[in-house]
């Protein structure tokens, strides 16, 4: 099984940009799907965005509305996401999660970072 650790959240003001990493180590396969979800208290997990090899990429929330891109640097084991235009609604803890296949339901998901804090403030 691989590891998986986020890097890259913070806090920052509405309208400002973040790059989220997600590494992969240890055993893992080039062609497993690799996804962002992210959890706000009191609401359920959702599917922001997956990515599976050789970058095929698939989208979940509509609200983001192209200000998130999710890429990957299969040479690092590094799954980006990239999130511009932020605000508060986007306040959240972001997980990256790894699946044989993609799906928008953390259910499928075998393999879990611990997370990564984003807070936008107005």
């Known amino acids: 099984q691989a590891q998986l650790e986020e890097s890259g959240g913070g806090s920052v003001q509405a309208g400002g940009s973040l790059r989220l990493s997600c590494a992969a180590s240890g055993y893992t396969s080039s062609r497993d799907c690799i996804a962002w979800f992210r959890h706000v208290p009191g609401k359920e997990r959702e599917g922001v965005a997956s990515i599976y090899y050789p970058g095929f990429t698939t989208y979940y929330v509509d609200s983001l509305k192209g200000r998130f891109t999710i890429s990957a640097d299969n040479a690092k084991n590094t799954v980006y996401l990239q999130m511009t235009g932020l605000k508060p609604e986007d306040t959240a803890m972001y997980y990256c999660?790894?699946?044989?296949?993609?799906?928008?339901?953390?259910?499928?998901?075998?393999?879990w970072g611990q997370g990564t804090q984003v807070t936008v403030s107005s």
């Open positions: 999660a790894r699946a044989t296949w993609c799906s928008r339901h953390a259910s499928g998901y075998t393999a």
